[in-house]
C-alpha cells in the first residue's frame, strides 16, 4: 500500500522512510518508529493500517536499510547501541514532522519498543508534534525527562515485560504526574512487543483494545 520515499532531515540532509497515504487531502499526519529490528514488514504494516484508518504514515528508516532477523537480538543489540538517539530524533523525526505537516495537518508520533523510547524523547523536543503515543518503551531520563511533556501523551505496557518493568512504567507515570501534559497510560497482561503480530509474544486481544485506544487518541488529538 506503501511506498519508499526520500525526505529531508531537519538538518537539510537526505534521509529515506515508508509512507503510506492516506487517500485524501490535509489528512493528519503519523510517525511511526520502529522497534529495535529495524524497519521491518510489522512497521511498514503499522503504517499500511493507520493509512487505512485516515491517516498519512510515515516510518522513517532509523537503520538506514539496515533490518534484522528475529532470532538476533544481539545484533539488534549492537544497531540500538549504535544509534545517536538525539540526532535520529532532532533531525530525523523531527524532519519527517516537517514532511508531513507541509498541508497545514496536525502531526502525531508513536513508537514501538526502541521506537517507544524515540517516542517519549520526541514528545519532549520536536516541536511541530501535538500528540504522542508511546508502546512499550521510556528512554533514559538523561535522553529526556517525561515530566517536561507539553502535548497529549498516552502509553502502553506489559505487565510481564523484563526491560519495561512495572517498576519503570510506575516511574514514567510519576514523572507524568508532574508535567502539564493531559496523559493516560494502559497496561496489559501481555508480554513486551505484544503488538507485534509476527512474533510469538503478539496477544491479539491486547493488540487490539491498544489499537482502539490509540485510534480514540488520535482522533481527540489530531483529528482523522
Not at 487517500?23 to 520502529?34: K, Y
Request: hydrophobic content about 40%.
Amino acid at each position: 500500500m506503501g511506498t519508499a520515499i526520500t525526505f529531508k532531515r531537519a538538518d537539510g540532509k537526505d534521509t529515506q522512510g515508508y509512507l503510506a497515504k492516506a487517500g485524501r487531502d490535509h489528512a493528519p499526519g503519523i510517525i511511526v518508529i520502529q522497534e529495535w529490528w529495524g524497519l521491518q514488514d510489522q512497521i511498514r504494516g503499522i503504517c499500511d493500517r493507520l493509512a487505512r484508518a485516515g491517516y498519512e504514515a510515515l516510518a522513517p528508516d532509523l537503520y538506514e536499510g539496515v533490518t534484522v532477523p528475529y532470532h538476533d537480538t544481539q545484533k539488534a543489540n549492537r544497531e540500538m547501541s549504535s544509534l545517536d538517539f538525539l540526532d535520529a530524533v532532532d533531525n530525523i523525526v523531527r524532519g519527517a514532522a516537517l514532511y508531513l505537516s507541509q498541508g497545514g495537518s496536525k502531526v502525531g508520533l508513536t513508537g514501538f519498543c526502541l521506537g517507544g523510547a524515540v517516542t517519549v524523547i520526541g514528545a519532549v523536543r520536536v516541536p511541530e508534534i501535538s500528540a504522542a503515543c508511546c508502546f512499550y518503551g521510556v528512554p533514559p531520563r538523561e535522553a529526556a525527562r517525561p515530566e517536561d511533556i507539553r502535548i497529549p501523551f498516552q502509553g502502553h505496557f506489559a505487565t510481564k515485560d523484563d526491560w519495561c518493568t512495572p517498576d519503570v512504567v510506575s516511574g514514567l507515570e510519576a514523572a507524568l504526574g508532574k508535567s502539564t501534559s493531559a496523559w493516560e497510560v494502559f497496561r496489559y497482561e501481555a508480554d513486551h512487543a505484544f503488538m507485534n503480530e509476527q512474533r510469538s509474544v503478539h496477544d491479539r486481544s491486547a493488540a487490539e483494545l491498544a489499537w482502539g485506544r490509540m485510534l480514540s487518541f488520535w482522533r481527540s488529538h489530531i483529528g482523522g
